[in-house]
T-cell receptor, first 112, second 116 residues
Framework: EAGVVQSPRYKIIEKKQPVAFWCNPISGHNTLYWYLQNLGQGPELLIRYENEEAVDDSQLPKDRFSAERLKGVDSTLKIQPAELGDSAVYLC??????????FGEGSWLTVV | AQKITQTQPGMFVQEKEAVTLDCTYDTSDQSYGLFWYKQPSSGEMIFLIYQGSYDEQNATEGRYSLNFQKARKSANLVISASQLGDSAMYFCAMREGGTGGFKTIFGAGTRLFVKA
């Protein structure tokens, strides 16, 4: 069974540029998460989807971050414009409702 | 409020020895789940072990076991017979929720170094 797939794996952009990350969850998992992980810290939830609905986006900086999950499968996380402080790892994960969360390999963003 | 505390920023262990990574949690829910994940330098978060709040037996998965002490609100990870490949960051996580949906939070992590 395929795991959570994320792309791109690595991205370097200049500040003020846009960037987008894509995630394909494990087949059949209705819950999809985007986490932000800064160096040396634990993951912090940005947004959680149940099917197509964003049920928890309280930690998503909505002035520059946006996310969508069309058809309740794949998801895209966008940052526009990127700032230096956005340099981090963006982890996508999925679960079968409230069961164990499985993560992708992460998208490593560097803003210069 | 939900909270996970990992008090050990770094731990050293000799190869083939056992090591315990500490985790304490705080929740007002009666139903919750506790998880441990391993994150090697490659960055992927790897699920290791799960313990439900109503499980009476401590969870075990191969060389990993979870020492669950409900009254003390602790969920320590025990790794037996450490291997060089166990060197990584380890995160404790807690899931609680129900009607409001399931919310999972993570601790700050413990970096484990296994010495040859």
């Amino acid at each position: 069974e395929a795991g959570v797939v994320q792309s791109p794996r690595y991205k370097i952009i200049e500040k003020k540029q846009p960037v987008a990350f894509w995630c394909n969850p494990i087949s059949g998992h209705n819950t999809l998460y985007w986490y932000l992980q800064n160096l040396g810290q634990g993951p912090e939830l940005l947004i959680r989807y149940e099917n197509e609905e964003a049920v928890d986006d309280s930690q998503l900086p909505k002035d520059r971050f946006s996310a969508e999950r069309l058809k309740g499968v794949d998801s895209t996380l966008k940052i526009q414009p990127a700032e230096l402080g956005d340099s981090a790892v963006y982890l996508c994960a999925s679960s079968d409702y409230g069961n164990t969360i499985y993560f992708g390999e992460g998208s490593w963003l560097t803003v210069v | 409020a939900q909270k996970i505390t990992q008090t050990q920023p770094g731990m050293f262990v000799q190869e083939k020895e056992a090591v315990t990574l500490d985790c304490t949690y705080d929740t007002s829910d009666q139903s919750y789940g506790l998880f441990w994940y391993k994150q090697p330098s490659s960055g992927e978060m790897i699920f290791l072990i799960y313990q439900g709040s109503y499980d009476e037996q401590n969870a075990t998965e191969g060389r990993y076991s979870l020492n669950f002490q409900k009254a003390r609100k602790s969920a320590n990870l025990v790794i037996s017979a450490s291997q060089l490949g166990d060197s990584a960051m380890y995160f404790c996580a807690m899931r609680e929720g129900g009607t409001g949906g399931f919310k999972t939070i993570f601790g700050a992590g413990t970096r484990l170094f296994v010495k040859a």
